[in-house]
Protein backbone atom coordinates (compact mmCIF):
# COMPACT_ATOMS: atom_id res chain seq x y z
CA UNK A 1 0.00 0.00 0.00
CA UNK A 2 1.77 3.65 -1.22
CA UNK A 3 0.22 6.20 0.46
CA UNK A 4 0.58 10.16 0.00
CA UNK A 5 0.29 12.85 2.62
CA UNK A 6 -0.26 16.43 1.51
CA UNK A 7 1.65 19.01 2.92
CA UNK A 8 0.05 22.93 3.73
CA UNK A 9 1.16 25.82 5.15
CA UNK A 10 -0.53 26.15 8.48
CA UNK A 11 -1.03 22.45 8.88
CA UNK A 12 0.53 21.00 12.17
CA UNK A 13 -0.68 17.26 12.75
CA UNK A 14 1.15 16.13 9.25
CA UNK A 15 3.91 14.64 11.33
CA UNK A 16 1.73 12.61 13.86
CA UNK A 17 -0.37 11.43 10.46
CA UNK A 18 3.22 10.47 8.86
CA UNK A 19 4.02 8.70 11.77
CA UNK A 20 0.54 7.00 12.08
CA UNK A 21 0.82 5.87 8.53
CA UNK A 22 4.56 4.72 8.59
CA UNK A 23 4.40 2.58 12.14
CA UNK A 24 1.00 1.23 10.44
CA UNK A 25 1.42 0.37 6.67
CA UNK A 26 5.13 -0.06 7.17
CA UNK A 27 6.14 1.91 4.85
CA UNK A 28 6.71 6.09 4.87
CA UNK A 29 3.76 8.09 2.95
CA UNK A 30 5.27 10.08 0.00
CA UNK A 31 4.83 14.37 0.93
CA UNK A 32 3.09 16.57 -1.53
CA UNK A 33 3.53 19.91 -1.43
CA UNK A 34 0.36 22.18 -2.01
CA UNK A 35 1.45 23.78 -5.33
CA UNK A 36 2.40 19.96 -6.77
CA UNK A 37 0.03 19.68 -9.73
CA UNK A 38 0.35 15.61 -9.75
CA UNK A 39 0.41 13.14 -6.92
CA UNK A 40 2.28 9.30 -7.11
CA UNK A 41 0.68 6.26 -7.99
CA UNK A 42 -0.55 5.74 -4.67
CA UNK A 43 -3.32 4.26 -2.90
CA UNK A 44 -4.53 6.56 -0.32
CA UNK A 45 -4.41 10.10 -0.40
CA UNK A 46 -4.42 12.00 3.20
CA UNK A 47 -4.78 15.75 4.46
CA UNK A 48 -4.03 16.06 8.00
CA UNK A 49 -5.45 18.14 10.30
CA UNK A 50 -4.33 21.69 11.72
CA UNK A 51 -4.56 25.36 10.64
CA UNK A 52 -3.76 26.18 6.76
CA UNK A 53 -3.93 29.34 6.14
CA UNK A 54 -4.24 30.53 9.59
CA UNK A 55 -7.89 29.74 9.07
CA UNK A 56 -8.34 32.85 7.00
CA UNK A 57 -11.50 33.60 5.84
CA UNK A 58 -12.90 29.79 6.79
CA UNK A 59 -10.81 27.11 7.52
CA UNK A 60 -9.97 25.24 4.59
CA UNK A 61 -11.15 27.47 2.25
CA UNK A 62 -8.03 28.74 1.05
CA UNK A 63 -6.12 25.58 0.74
CA UNK A 64 -9.00 24.04 -0.68
CA UNK A 65 -8.05 26.14 -3.89
CA UNK A 66 -4.59 25.29 -3.65
CA UNK A 67 -2.91 23.77 -7.44
CA UNK A 68 -2.96 20.79 -5.66
CA UNK A 69 -6.36 20.42 -4.69
CA UNK A 70 -6.91 19.43 -8.77
CA UNK A 71 -4.81 16.57 -7.95
CA UNK A 72 -6.57 15.01 -5.55
CA UNK A 73 -10.01 15.41 -7.28
CA UNK A 74 -8.75 13.56 -9.92
CA UNK A 75 -7.47 10.89 -7.55
CA UNK A 76 -10.66 10.86 -6.00
CA UNK A 77 -12.55 10.52 -9.19
CA UNK A 78 -10.35 7.48 -10.24
CA UNK A 79 -11.39 5.69 -7.13
CA UNK A 80 -8.51 6.23 -4.84
CA UNK A 81 -9.14 6.46 -1.28
CA UNK A 82 -8.88 10.41 0.04
CA UNK A 83 -9.04 10.78 3.73
CA UNK A 84 -9.34 14.36 5.38
CA UNK A 85 -9.32 14.60 9.40
CA UNK A 86 -9.93 17.98 11.26
CA UNK A 87 -8.92 20.59 8.96
CA UNK A 88 -8.21 18.15 5.84
CA UNK A 89 -12.21 17.31 6.38
CA UNK A 90 -12.70 21.50 6.28
CA UNK A 91 -10.37 21.34 3.35
CA UNK A 92 -12.39 18.06 1.10
CA UNK A 93 -15.38 20.02 2.20
CA UNK A 94 -14.56 23.46 1.10
CA UNK A 95 -13.63 21.69 -2.72
CA UNK A 96 -16.87 19.71 -2.72
CA UNK A 97 -15.37 16.80 -2.85
CA UNK A 98 -17.67 15.90 0.46
CA UNK A 99 -21.16 17.96 1.05
CA UNK A 100 -21.65 20.33 3.80
CA UNK A 101 -20.17 22.64 6.06
CA UNK A 102 -17.93 22.41 9.24
CA UNK A 103 -19.17 26.07 11.42
CA UNK A 104 -17.85 27.39 14.68
CA UNK A 105 -18.09 25.47 17.54
CA UNK A 106 -21.57 25.78 19.44
CA UNK A 107 -19.55 26.18 22.56
CA UNK A 108 -17.54 29.30 20.96
CA UNK A 109 -14.13 27.23 22.27
CA UNK A 110 -11.65 25.25 20.87
CA UNK A 111 -12.31 21.35 22.16
CA UNK A 112 -9.33 19.22 22.46
CA UNK A 113 -10.28 15.94 24.63
CA UNK A 114 -11.35 12.24 23.63
CA UNK A 115 -14.56 11.47 22.71
CA UNK A 116 -16.00 8.35 22.27
CA UNK A 117 -17.83 7.98 18.63
CA UNK A 118 -19.99 5.31 17.17
CA UNK A 119 -19.13 3.31 13.93
CA UNK A 120 -22.12 4.20 12.09
CA UNK A 121 -21.77 2.18 8.91
CA UNK A 122 -19.11 -0.02 9.35
CA UNK A 123 -18.88 -1.61 5.77
CA UNK A 124 -16.55 1.05 4.05
CA UNK A 125 -13.50 1.04 2.66
CA UNK A 126 -12.88 3.24 6.07
CA UNK A 127 -14.37 1.78 8.40
CA UNK A 128 -14.56 -2.33 8.20
CA UNK A 129 -11.91 -3.24 10.96
CA UNK A 130 -14.80 -2.27 13.54
CA UNK A 131 -17.83 -3.80 13.98
CA UNK A 132 -21.66 -2.06 13.28
CA UNK A 133 -22.31 0.36 16.36
CA UNK A 134 -18.77 -0.35 17.71
CA UNK A 135 -18.48 2.65 20.26
CA UNK A 136 -14.82 3.72 19.91
CA UNK A 137 -12.31 6.36 21.55
CA UNK A 138 -11.15 9.25 19.95
CA UNK A 139 -9.39 12.62 20.44
CA UNK A 140 -10.62 15.76 18.73
CA UNK A 141 -8.82 19.26 19.05
CA UNK A 142 -10.86 21.65 16.88
CA UNK A 143 -12.31 25.22 16.97
CA UNK A 144 -14.31 24.83 13.94
CA UNK A 145 -15.95 21.10 14.17
CA UNK A 146 -19.41 22.34 14.16
CA UNK A 147 -21.01 19.93 11.33
CA UNK A 148 -24.30 21.28 8.97
CA UNK A 149 -26.26 20.45 6.09
CA UNK A 150 -29.10 21.09 4.99
CA UNK A 151 -32.41 18.79 5.65
CA UNK A 152 -32.12 17.01 2.20
CA UNK A 153 -28.45 16.32 1.84
CA UNK A 154 -28.70 14.49 5.49
CA UNK A 155 -31.64 12.80 4.61
CA UNK A 156 -29.28 11.49 1.53
CA UNK A 157 -26.47 10.52 3.37
CA UNK A 158 -28.87 8.75 5.91
CA UNK A 159 -30.13 6.92 3.54
CA UNK A 160 -26.79 6.04 1.90
CA UNK A 161 -25.27 5.15 4.96
CA UNK A 162 -22.88 7.97 4.38
CA UNK A 163 -22.71 8.75 7.99
CA UNK A 164 -19.90 6.93 8.88
CA UNK A 165 -19.19 8.12 12.97
CA UNK A 166 -21.06 10.31 15.27
CA UNK A 167 -20.04 11.47 18.23
CA UNK A 168 -21.58 8.70 21.08
CA UNK A 169 -22.93 8.82 24.68
CA UNK A 170 -23.24 12.47 24.56
CA UNK A 171 -19.86 13.40 23.73
CA UNK A 172 -20.45 16.14 21.02
CA UNK A 173 -17.99 18.71 21.28
CA UNK A 174 -19.14 21.15 18.65
CA UNK A 175 -22.71 20.85 18.75
CA UNK A 176 -22.53 19.27 15.17
CA UNK A 177 -26.02 18.38 13.25
CA UNK A 178 -27.24 14.84 13.95
CA UNK A 179 -24.01 14.33 16.13
CA UNK A 180 -22.00 13.69 12.76
CA UNK A 181 -18.15 13.47 13.21
CA UNK A 182 -17.57 12.07 9.79
CA UNK A 183 -18.93 11.77 6.44
CA UNK A 184 -18.46 9.81 3.30
CA UNK A 185 -18.84 10.73 -0.51
CA UNK A 186 -21.12 9.15 -3.00
CA UNK A 187 -18.82 6.57 -4.46
CA UNK A 188 -17.56 5.76 -0.63
CA UNK A 189 -13.98 5.99 -1.13
CA UNK A 190 -13.69 9.64 0.49
CA UNK A 191 -13.74 10.16 3.97
CA UNK A 192 -13.84 13.21 6.38
CA UNK A 193 -13.81 13.27 9.92
CA UNK A 194 -13.55 16.11 12.62
CA UNK A 195 -11.25 13.92 15.07
CA UNK A 196 -7.87 12.73 14.89
CA UNK A 197 -7.86 8.80 14.72
CA UNK A 198 -4.03 8.96 13.60
CA UNK A 199 -3.30 9.98 17.68
CA UNK A 200 -4.71 6.82 19.52
CA UNK A 201 -2.91 4.18 17.08
CA UNK A 202 -0.63 2.66 19.74
CA UNK A 203 -0.22 1.50 23.35
CA UNK A 204 1.90 4.91 24.09
CA UNK A 205 -1.18 6.79 23.03
CA UNK A 206 -3.24 5.43 25.79
CA UNK A 207 -5.14 2.98 23.14
CA UNK A 208 -4.97 1.79 20.23
CA UNK A 209 -8.71 2.37 18.42
CA UNK A 210 -7.91 4.71 15.76
CA UNK A 211 -5.98 2.00 14.13
CA UNK A 212 -9.12 0.44 12.61
CA UNK A 213 -9.61 3.29 10.29
CA UNK A 214 -5.78 3.08 8.76
CA UNK A 215 -6.32 -0.74 8.77
CA UNK A 216 -9.13 -0.90 6.86
CA UNK A 217 -8.39 2.20 4.30
CA UNK A 218 -4.81 0.51 4.01
CA UNK A 219 -6.39 -2.91 3.41
CA UNK A 220 -4.25 -4.63 6.04
CA UNK A 221 -6.92 -6.67 7.95
CA UNK A 222 -5.89 -9.66 8.68
CA UNK A 223 -2.52 -8.83 8.18
CA UNK A 224 0.44 -7.57 10.38
CA UNK A 225 2.21 -4.68 9.18
CA UNK A 226 5.16 -5.51 7.85
CA UNK B 1 -11.10 52.08 -10.89
CA UNK B 2 -14.78 50.62 -9.27
CA UNK B 3 -14.92 49.87 -5.78
CA UNK B 4 -17.44 47.83 -4.16
CA UNK B 5 -18.59 46.10 -1.06
CA UNK B 6 -19.66 42.72 -0.96
CA UNK B 7 -21.44 41.10 2.81
CA UNK B 8 -21.27 37.77 3.42
CA UNK B 9 -23.67 36.25 5.89
CA UNK B 10 -25.13 33.27 7.43
CA UNK B 11 -28.28 32.25 5.93
CA UNK B 12 -31.36 32.25 7.61
CA UNK B 13 -32.01 28.84 9.25
CA UNK B 14 -28.30 28.53 9.66
CA UNK B 15 -27.43 28.51 13.75
CA UNK B 16 -24.97 31.83 14.48
CA UNK B 17 -23.48 30.49 17.82
CA UNK B 18 -21.34 33.77 17.17
CA UNK B 19 -24.26 36.18 16.91
CA UNK B 20 -25.77 34.36 19.90
CA UNK B 21 -22.97 35.68 22.05
CA UNK B 22 -23.13 38.99 20.63
CA UNK B 23 -26.76 39.14 21.20
CA UNK B 24 -26.21 38.04 25.15
CA UNK B 25 -22.98 40.84 25.28
CA UNK B 26 -25.93 43.21 23.96
CA UNK B 27 -28.29 42.45 26.54
CA UNK B 28 -25.38 41.86 28.90
CA UNK B 29 -24.58 45.90 28.02
CA UNK B 30 -28.41 46.98 28.87
CA UNK B 31 -29.38 47.74 25.53
CA UNK B 32 -32.86 47.17 25.44
CA UNK B 33 -35.10 46.14 22.56
CA UNK B 34 -32.04 43.89 20.87
CA UNK B 35 -33.79 41.33 18.84
CA UNK B 36 -31.59 38.30 16.76
CA UNK B 37 -28.39 39.30 16.27
CA UNK B 38 -26.64 37.68 13.35
CA UNK B 39 -22.88 38.62 12.37
CA UNK B 40 -20.90 37.90 8.84
CA UNK B 41 -18.06 39.27 6.75
CA UNK B 42 -17.45 42.51 4.51
CA UNK B 43 -15.09 42.47 1.58
CA UNK B 44 -14.03 46.13 -0.14
CA UNK B 45 -12.87 45.02 -3.33
CA UNK B 46 -11.03 47.65 -5.78
CA UNK B 47 -11.72 46.38 -9.37
CA UNK B 48 -9.43 48.32 -12.01
CA UNK B 49 -12.24 48.70 -14.89
CA UNK B 50 -14.90 51.25 -15.39
CA UNK B 51 -17.47 48.36 -16.89
CA UNK B 52 -20.05 48.18 -13.62
CA UNK B 53 -21.50 45.03 -15.92
CA UNK B 54 -18.00 43.17 -15.73
CA UNK B 55 -17.61 44.17 -12.38
CA UNK B 56 -20.61 43.08 -11.15
CA UNK B 57 -20.33 39.55 -13.03
CA UNK B 58 -16.54 39.49 -11.79
CA UNK B 59 -17.69 40.13 -7.73
CA UNK B 60 -20.63 37.51 -7.90
CA UNK B 61 -17.84 34.83 -9.63
CA UNK B 62 -15.57 35.53 -6.73
CA UNK B 63 -18.65 35.27 -4.22
CA UNK B 64 -19.21 31.46 -5.74
CA UNK B 65 -16.06 30.72 -6.04
CA UNK B 66 -13.91 31.63 -2.62
CA UNK B 67 -15.91 34.82 -1.17
CA UNK B 68 -18.70 32.64 0.47
CA UNK B 69 -19.49 28.82 1.30
CA UNK B 70 -22.53 28.80 -0.37
CA UNK B 71 -23.54 25.62 1.85
CA UNK B 72 -24.18 27.96 4.60
CA UNK B 73 -23.64 31.33 3.44
CA UNK B 74 -25.48 34.46 1.40
CA UNK B 75 -23.73 37.33 -0.42
CA UNK B 76 -24.56 40.79 -1.13
CA UNK B 77 -23.09 42.76 -4.03
CA UNK B 78 -22.93 46.60 -3.90
CA UNK B 79 -20.69 48.64 -6.28
CA UNK B 80 -20.05 52.05 -5.37
Given at each position: MKTAVILLPGLNRDRDMIAAITKISGKPPVTVWQTDTEIPDVDLVVIPGGFSYGD?????AIAARMPVMDAIRRKAEAGVRVMGVCNGFQILLEAGLLPGALMRNASLKFVCREVKLEV?????AFTSAYSQGQIIRCPVAHHDGNYFADAETLKRMNGDGRIVFRYAEGTN????IEDIAGIVNEDGNVLGMM????????????????RGIFESALGLLGKVAA | MIKARVTVTLKNGVLDPQGKAIEGALHALDF????KVRQGKVFDVELDTKDRAKAEADLKAMCEK????TVIEDYAVEIA
Open positions: YLRCGVNADTPNGSPHPENLIEDAHGGTDG | SGVGLLAN
